[in-house]
């Protein structure tokens, strides 16, 4: 039986970077054994690795919910077996850059809500920041500790057709994903375990022990074991399966906001069926907006009355913190390189993608005469929603979103597009190149850590660079591989 | 082991619903079984169903009493608290939840209940598949009772939902009970060939007529049977035995003063209670009590332990 790798169409003529297989159609030293192995495999023993796959992956219960016609569906999360490939040389420099890029983050929210020096010294325009709607005015003057403020941040990286990886947004208000992460290497144990005979991966399945110290390092009481809570909007959010997941795989408990509650001591407390119990940390899964009807939006009934007076006073962390959402903004994206050259005196290791601000009158100038070569992203909007890709878009949606800029400049960012990179994928019965991204996880408390990998999320639809899961995205398990040989 | 007072109530209500649905089921069971063998004419109506579960209300008044309505209130309707499908779809909602702090299969058993149900509920009014409907159901409800029976650890995650079962069970074993007292019947609907037949059929509905044959003796006689579903310690439907077990899990719990002061209360009052010298007016009247008195017990246990309210 024919195996439909050997007719992989992988990258031609350089116009794309592809993770496992080179321009000349060889493997890459680093997934040399891998490659070999699945190659080796026939078509009918890869449709059964898949259809494995799926069975582990009902049998884990692993889902998301999406929302549609105005029902909420539980979907099997949808994973192909091919992994995608690392060196662990790479990795490490990737890894510094991402370290230094939240260290510089977490400096610039903590002055923005203090000092506000990096303004007054001129680095970015004041009403950038203090206009945008990420700017917490309730969140002034308070020092959260060792200034960390976006404890777990997940920063998108993509490869461009130089190889290079480049940093295309960060997500500090309530990045998901990284319980998806955990089950793919799961579910690829499970599925090729032949494969981690011959390689050193770096495992992954440490960090919700990761997160656990790092929640532990921010707790107000000096305490043995804190109290540890993590706060979901509830079943019905699309990532409820990871709430729940987290709070389970580090001991925490999974609470509601009516859980909750702030005495008049403004400590934070839950009910349980003991009496109340105090809460040192919470580990936030909904929306500053929702966070606390007495400080943001009145109307949720998702947060907690006064859980903005406890974390004011010190009586609680909340990761991340409120008002985190400052530092991602999209314009303020363009800043980050001068951030890290301010506040750490270094230089960025990591490269980020150039972006034209379609406020400053040149730029919207290049930006809307270019349309057809430019994405088009939301100031503040994540998930995918509300962009536009020029090349792929229809004449009518590039006269909609030049509209749109005019109306509202502040709220539009341009960026050249990426040729994103490929990697071999399982499409129907053949394996066929397709473009992903790559979303490592970042912690940030006493300490800052890096997740080996991260979640790889890979564009299904042929020639597609849009890789959420909301909108037809699959995900790959992502590995970091010691190379023996370099 | 801390539990919170959501999961807690959750754990309770799943319990509570899982019961109804079983007790509901039998109920109908027998109910059915019983109508088959009365002589035509003196059979007692389909609206005791309803009514021994306090229906009425939801009911409505614009339908009629007949076997079709009733059946279809009892097994399919998806707006009857006391109806089994919607018992069903609410034990599931609170499996969802809270499926960390439960055993794996009891989620997967509880959906299997749930899809089962979805698909022939509906099928299922008629006397024709009537049968086997209601026996899936006792039985699936059975074995997720058994499953949590004989793999919850015993802390407060067990705790609450024992208390759930039995206060549901001693609700519903009374409201059996009340379908012989002759107020449900009406007095000139009885007569004294048909008297033992119906409390044989109650006593199935209990699982509990190998147990009276064995006890009590082969004939079954009002009084004697209502001492033994009322008062018989070993038997586990009857109203001591549910009494005694929520004792036992009120006991550990903290601030359990209040709940345990309205549990020995009925305890006491089921105690004094003669059925030999009791009509059948002062039995429906002592059930009616009683009932309010396991209501209010329910309206502590979710105020103690359940209530979002600031201590």
Request: aromatic share 8%; glycine share 6%; with cysteine.
């Amino acid at each position: 039986m024919d195996n439909s790798w050997k007719r992989y169409n992988g990258p031609q003529a350089g116009d794309f970077f592809d993770e496992l297989i080179t321009d000349t159609g060889r493997p890459r030293v680093v997934a040399r054994n891998a490659v070999k192995m699945l190659q080796a495999l026939s078509a009918e023993e890869m449709a059964a690795r898949r259809a494995a796959a799926e069975l582990a992956i009902r049998e884990m219960g692993i889902s998301f919910t999406i929302y549609s016609e105005g029902k909420n569906i539980d979907r099997a999360w949808p994973f192909d077996i091919i992994p995608r490939i690392i060196p662990a040389k790479e990795w490490r420099k990737v890894s510094l850059g991402l370290a230094q890029r939240s260290r510089a983050l977490n400096c610039f929210i903590n002055d923005i809500y203090n000092k506000q020096k990096i303004l007054a010294d001129g680095l970015l325009p004041a009403d950038i920041v203090l206009e945008s709607g990420n700017y917490k005015a309730q969140c002034a003057n308070v020092s959260p500790r060792y200034g960390a403020w976006a404890h777990i941040c997940g920063t998108d990286l993509v490869r461009d057709k130089d190889g290079r990886f480049y940093v295309l947004e960060d997500n500090l208000r309530v990045p998901s994903g990284v319980s998806y992460m955990l089950e793919n290497r799961e579910i690829t144990k499970r599925v090729l375990p032949e494969l981690f005979e011959n390689h050193s991966i770096l495992p992954v399945d440490d960090y919700p022990s990761r997160l656990y110290s790092t929640l532990a390092s921010l707790s107000p009481r000096e305490q043995r074991r804190p109290r540890i809570v993590v706060l979901t909007p509830g079943i019905f959010n699309s990532a409820y399966f990871e709430h729940a997941y987290l709070a389970q795989g580090m001991g925490a408990e999974l609470v509601e906001g009516s859980d909750l509650f702030v005495d008049d001591d403004d400590c934070l407390y839950m009910r349980t069926v003991d009496g109340p119990e105090r809460v040192d940390v919470v580990y936030r899964r909904i929306d500053d907006d929702f966070l606390d009807p007495e400080a943001f939006r009145e109307d949720s009934t998702l947060g907690v009355p006064g859980i903005m007076r406890a974390w004011k006073q010190g009586n609680v962390s909340i990761a991340n913190a409120p008002g985190s959402g400052v530092a991602d903004d999209k314009v303020v994206y363009a800043f980050v390189p001068e951030m890290i050259r301010y506040y750490l005196g270094e230089e960025p290791t990591l490269a980020s993608v150039k972006t034209y601000l379609c406020m400053n009158q040149p730029d919207r100038d290049y930006v809307l005469a270019n349309l057809d070569k430019l994405v088009v992203k939301p100031a503040n909007e994540s998930g995918g929603y509300g962009l536009m890709v020029g090349p792929h878009a229809s004449k009518e949606k590039r006269a909609e979103f030049a509209k749109l800029i005019e109306s509202n400049p502040r709220n539009y960012i341009a960026q050249p597009t990426l040729a994103l990179s490929t990697a071999p994928t399982c499409i129907d019965d053949s394996v066929e190149p397709r473009h992903l991204d790559l979303r490592p996880f970042i912690l940030q408390g006493k300490d800052s850590w890096v997740t080996p990998g991260g979640l790889t999320r890979v564009a299904l639809v042929k020639g597609s660079l849009v890789v959420n899961s909301s909108q037809g995205g699959g995900s790959k398990d992502t590995w970091i591989v010691e190379d023996k040989q370099t | 082991m801390m539990m919170l007072s959501r999961v807690a109530e959750r754990l309770y209500w799943m319990a509570r619903y899982l019961e109804r649905a079983e007790d509901t089921a039998r109920l109908t069971q027998a109910y059915s079984h019983l109508i088959m063998d009365i002589p035509a004419g003196s059979e007692p109506g389909w609206d005791i169903l309803v009514r021994i579960l306090d229906g009425e209300p939801v009911f409505g008044e614009n339908r009629a009493y007949n076997e079709q309505n009733v059946l279809k209130f009892l097994i399919a309707d998806d707006d009857n608290p006391g109806g089994i499908a919607y018992c069903i779809k609410a034990a599931r909602e609170n499996v969802r939840t809270t499926r960390d702090v439960l055993p794996e299969e009891v989620w997967e058993h509880v959906n299997e209940l749930y899809l089962y149900s979805q698909e022939h509920a509906a099928k299922s009014v008629g006397r024709r598949n009537r049968h086997r409907f209601l026996e899936q159901v006792i039985t699936q409800c059975q074995m997720i009772n058994g499953l949590l029976m004989t793999t919850l650890c015993r802390d407060h995650a067990y705790r609450f939902i024992k208390l759930g079962h039995l206060l549901e069970r001693a609700d519903m074993t009374t409201r059996v009970i009340d379908v012989g007292a002759g107020a449900l019947l009406g007095n000139e609907r009885l007569n004294e060939a048909v008297d033992p037949l119906i409390w044989a059929s109650l006593l199935q509905s209990l699982s509990a007529m190998g147990t009276y044959r064995r006890t009590i003796g082969p004939l079954v006689e009002v009084n004697a049977v209502v001492e033994f579903v009322f008062r018989e310690r070993s038997l586990p439907r009857s109203v001591r035995f549910c009494l005694d077990g929520i004792r036992q899990e009120l006991v550990p719990l903290k601030h359990n003063k209040e709940a345990l002061r309205i549990l020995d209360r009925s305890r006491r009052s089921l105690s004094r209670f003669n059925p030999e010298k009791a009509e059948r007016e002062d039995l429906h009247r002592f059930i009616d009590r009683f009932q309010l008195e396991l209501n209010r017990l329910g309206g502590m246990i979710s105020e103690t332990w359940f209530m979002p309210v600031k201590d």
